[in-house]
C-alpha cells in the first residue's frame, strides 16, 4: 500500500541519502560506511550474533519467514530480551544494527538509487550540510589514530582510496595548504562523504520538486556536543553545530543571534508554505545548480549564494568517490 500525503514537506539535516565515509577514513578497522543496507543483511547479521550470543542454533541458522516469526526466531528473540543491556549495547552491535534497512514493504528501494530514478514522494525539499562535518568524527579518533605528519596523512589517503585516487586527492588537498595534516584529512572528508553527496542529492531532487540547498559555515559555532576538545583539530561548523542556531540551545554572540533568527525565519516560513524566506533576510534561491546554495554565516555578507561544488571539490568527488574508491 502506498503512503502517501502523510507530510507535504521534508527538510534533509545530518547527511544526504547519499552519505558514505571512506573505508578506514576514522579508524582501520572500519570499512565503508554506509547509512542504509539490504534488509537480507541486517536478517543475516541478527541471526550470526544471536549466535555468538547464545540465542541461536550452530551456524546462525535461525529462520526467518514472511508474516509471523517461526519458532526458531521467535525464540532466539526472546532469548535476547533476557541478556543484560550490557551484552547488547556493545559498540559492534550498535555500530552494526544502527543502519537502516532496505528491501521490505516500508523502504522497497535503496534511497540513493530512488532519488536517481526519481522514485519519492513530491513534495518541496530543504537540505544541507555544515561546512566541516566530519571534524567531530575524526576528532574523536585522533588518539588513537593519530595523523601526526605528512607522511602518515598520505598514509591514511592511501589506506582509503586506490592508488590513482589517493594521488588526486592529495593533489586537491595538499597537507601543507592546511593548518596541520588533520584538519587536511577532516577538511576532504567533509567533502567527500557529506557536502558532495548532498549535492548529488539536490541534484537529483531539484529535477522532480522545489529544492532548497545550504551550507552551514559559522567557524566559531559553539559547542553544544559536549565532546571534549580536540587540541590541533577545531570543531569549527562541524557535524549538527548548526541546531543551537534553529532551537536556541546555549548562549550565542549577537551576530550569530541575528543568524539564528534568520535560520529560524527560514525554517519555519519553509514548514508553512514550502518556500524559506525570512523577514529582513536574503532571497534564498531555488535550488537550479550547486551555484545556487545558501552559505549560512554570522555578519554581513554571512548569508549569500555560493557555488558549492567548485569550493567543495566535487569535481574530483564525482569522478572518483565512491565510484573509485576502496570497497571497505
Same mark, same amino acid.
Given at each position: 500500500? &502506498?503512503?502517501?500525503?502523510?507530510?507535504h514537506?521534508?527538510?534533509v539535516?545530518?547527511?544526504?541519502?547519499s552519505?558514505?565515509?571512506?573505508?578506514?577514513?576514522?579508524?582501520?578497522?572500519l570499512?565503508t560506511y554506509?547509512?542504509?543496507?539490504?534488509?537480507?543483511?541486517?536478517?543475516?547479521d541478527?541471526?550470526?550474533a544471536?549466535?555468538?550470543?547464545?540465542?541461536?542454533p550452530?551456524?546462525?541458522?535461525?529462520?526467518?519467514?514472511a508474516?509471523?516469526?517461526g519458532?526458531?526466531e521467535?525464540? =532466539?528473540?526472546?532469548?535476547?530480551?533476557?541478556l543484560? =543491556?550490557?551484552?547488547? =549495547?556493545?559498540?559492534?552491535?550498535?555500530?552494526r544494527?544502527?543502519?537502516v534497512?532496505?528491501? *521490505?514493504?516500508?523502504?522497497?528501494?535503496e534511497?540513493?538509487?530512488?532519488? &536517481?530514478?526519481g522514485?519519492?514522494?513530491?513534495?518541496?525539499?530543504?537540505?544541507g550540510?555544515t561546512r566541516?562535518?566530519?571534524?567531530? !568524527?575524526?576528532?574523536?579518533t585522533?588518539?588513537?589514530?593519530?595523523?601526526?605528519d605528512?607522511?602518515?596523512?598520505?598514509?591514511?589517503?592511501?589506506?582509503s582510496?586506490d592508488?590513482?585516487?589517493?594521488?588526486?586527492v592529495?593533489?586537491?588537498?595538499?597537507?601543507?595548504?592546511?593548518?596541520n595534516?588533520?584538519?587536511?584529512?577532516a577538511?576532504?572528508?567533509?567533502?567527500?562523504?557529506?557536502?558532495?553527496?548532498?549535492?548529488?542529492?539536490?541534484?537529483?531532487?531539484?529535477?522532480h520538486?522545489?529544492?532548497?540547498g545550504?551550507l552551514?559555515?559559522?567557524?566559531?559555532?559553539? *559547542?553544544?556536543?559536549?565532546?571534549?576538545?580536540?587540541p590541533?583539530?577545531?570543531?569549527?561548523?562541524s557535524?549538527?553545530?548548526?541546531?543551537?542556531?534553529l532551537f536556541?540551545s546555549?548562549?550565542?554572540?549577537?551576530?550569530?543571534?541575528?543568524?539564528?533568527?534568520?535560520m529560524?525565519?527560514?525554517w519555519?516560513? !519553509?514548514a &508553512?508554505?514550502?518556500i524559506?524566506?525570512?523577514?529582513?533576510?536574503p532571497?534564498?534561491?531555488?535550488?537550479?545548480?550547486?551555484?545556487s546554495?545558501? *552559505?549560512?554565516?554570522?555578519?554581513?555578507?554571512?548569508i549569500?549564494?555560493?557555488?558549492?561544488?567548485?569550493?567543495?571539490?566535487?569535481?574530483?568527488?564525482?569522478?572518483?568517490?565512491p565510484?573509485a574508491?576502496?570497497?571497505?
Open positions: 500500500m &502506498r503512503r502517501t500525503g502523510r507530510f514537506r521534508a527538510v539535516q545530518s547527511g544526504s541519502c552519505t558514505t565515509m571512506p573505508p578506514r577514513s576514522l579508524l582501520p578497522t570499512g554506509e547509512p542504509f543496507t539490504p534488509e537480507r543483511r541486517t536478517v543475516g541478527g541471526a550470526a544471536a549466535v555468538r550470543l547464545g540465542c541461536g550452530p551456524g546462525g541458522a535461525v529462520e526467518t519467514g508474516g509471523e516469526a519458532a526458531g521467535a525464540g =532466539a528473540v526472546d532469548c535476547l530480551r533476557r543484560d =543491556a550490557r551484552s547488547l =549495547a556493545t559498540p559492534e552491535l550498535m555500530r544494527f544502527s543502519l534497512s532496505y528491501g *521490505n514493504a516500508s523502504l522497497p528501494t534511497p540513493r538509487r530512488a532519488l &536517481r530514478e522514485r519519492f514522494h513530491r513534495v518541496p525539499v530543504m537540505q550540510t566541516d562535518e566530519m571534524r567531530g !568524527f575524526l576528532g574523536q585522533l588518539a588513537a589514530f593519530p595523523v601526526a605528512g607522511a602518515a596523512y598520505r598514509a591514511r589517503l592511501e589506506q582510496f592508488a590513482g585516487t589517493a594521488r588526486a592529495e593533489a586537491e588537498y595538499p597537507a601543507a595548504a592546511y593548518p595534516p588533520s584538519v587536511a584529512l577538511t576532504l572528508l567533509s567533502d567527500a562523504s557529506f557536502t558532495c553527496p548532498s549535492l548529488r542529492d539536490a541534484d537529483a531532487l531539484a529535477r520538486v522545489p529544492t532548497y545550504y552551514f559555515a559559522d567557524g566559531d559555532a559553539p *559547542n553544544a556536543t559536549g565532546l571534549p576538545e580536540v590541533g583539530l577545531p570543531y569549527a561548523a557535524h549538527g553545530f548548526e541546531l543551537p542556531y536556541t546555549v548562549p550565542l554572540a549577537t551576530p550569530q543571534r541575528e543568524l539564528a533568527d534568520r529560524a525565519g527560514y519555519t516560513a !519553509f &508553512r508554505t514550502g524559506p524566506a525570512a523577514a529582513g533576510a532571497a534564498w534561491p531555488r535550488y537550479r545548480s550547486p551555484a546554495v545558501l *552559505n549560512l554565516a554570522p555578519g554581513a555578507g554571512g549569500r549564494t555560493v557555488d558549492a561544488r567548485a569550493a567543495h571539490h566535487c569535481a574530483l568527488w564525482d569522478a572518483r568517490w565510484a574508491g576502496g570497497s571497505g
